[in-house]
């Protein structure tokens, strides 16, 4: 039963290559991105064998904004046109990957998700373990068919900054950050302040990965979440800087069965209104 819900949301590069030899309606996408740190490409040439490319921080987000923060969600129109040119349907399995820990292929996840798309996978260690599963890639372009799906948005539990605090005190809110900008202090001129929200939980995404970068088993995951107070019997919400590792975590525990909401402004979006509270320090409150 605990395969059958890992396999939901997170299909083994062995896994996604029978679907597509048995010919299964499946569509995948390749989630490509420019390192906001590093300034390093994703993207080293080859892809899978019928990938339809996208990018991480242009197709699955809009602009900054005061509200929205650094990554608001997209505008659902023009990710509808976008999903289009890439020839998604409805009744397809999509399955999007990525180069780095599947960190922005779980935004694709969630994003399409909250689209309205029913069946959305994410490639469990991305391309680097197709690679090291020695399947075959290729330089290949695709042009898919264009489609006609339409979405609509809301279709993935979120919740916004005046919910962030209630949930904290009567569920679990989980930072999904690294634990230096959850611990906060000072920064210099001109910088974001750092912290968290009171009474969050530190929670990196990072550790939902292996150090091959495939998501850890599943019985970890379940004892990871339940020794920071997910144990079935509150409700679960993440947030992280800007909704990228806070989607990576939402897709780690629905892996074990936990459905959790996210705070797409995340971070960014908390600390825009100065008013808001900030914590700093390794303790929760």
């Known amino acids: 039963m605990g395969d059958d819900i890992r396999k939901a949301v997170l299909l083994t590069p062995f896994e996604l290559s029978e679907m597509l030899k048995s010919g299964a309606d499946v569509t995948v996408l390749a989630v490509h991105s420019i390192n906001p740190y590093t300034g390093q490409p994703s993207f080293m040439g080859r892809r899978i064998e019928g990938a339809v490319d996208t ?8 602009p900054p904004s005061f509200e929205g923060g650094q990554r608001p969600l997209p505008d659902i129109e023009t990710l509808q046109e ?17 180069g780095d820990r599947s960190m922005t292929a779980a935004r694709a996840w969630w994003v399409l998700k909250w689209a309205g798309l029913k069946d959305v996978r994410v490639l469990d260690g991305g391309f680097p373990a197709w690679v090291s599963a020695g399947l075959p890639t290729t330089e290949a372009v695709v042009v898919p068919q264009p489609g006609t799906i339409e979405f609509s948005p809301g279709h993935m539990p979120e919740f916004g900054a005046d919910d962030a605090l209630l949930l904290a005190e009567d569920g679990v809110l989980l930072d999904a950050r690294i634990r230096p900008n959850y611990i906060g202090g000072p920064v210099a001129e001109g910088q974001p302040v750092r912290g968290h929200i009171p009474h969050a939980v530190s929670a990196p995404a990072p550790d939902n ?71 700093t320090g390794a303790d929760p409150a």
């Open 82 to 98: 976008k999903a289009r040119r890439w020839g998604l349907r409805p009744q397809a399995t999509i399955v999007v990957y990525d």
């Open 55 to 62: 990018e991480a921080y242009s197709d699955f987000q809009s």
């Open 209 to 279: 990965v292996t150090d091959y970068g495939n998501f850890t088993d599943s019985a970890t995951l379940r004892e990871m979440y339940r020794a920071l107070g997910v144990d079935g019997t509150r409700k679960v919400g993440v947030y992280c800087g800007a909704g990228m590792s806070a989607a990576h975590t939402v897709l780690a525990l629905a892996a074990i069965g936990v459905s959790a909401a996210m705070y797409p402004g995340s971070w960014s979006a908390w600390i825009s209104d100065p008013s808001r509270p900030v914590v």
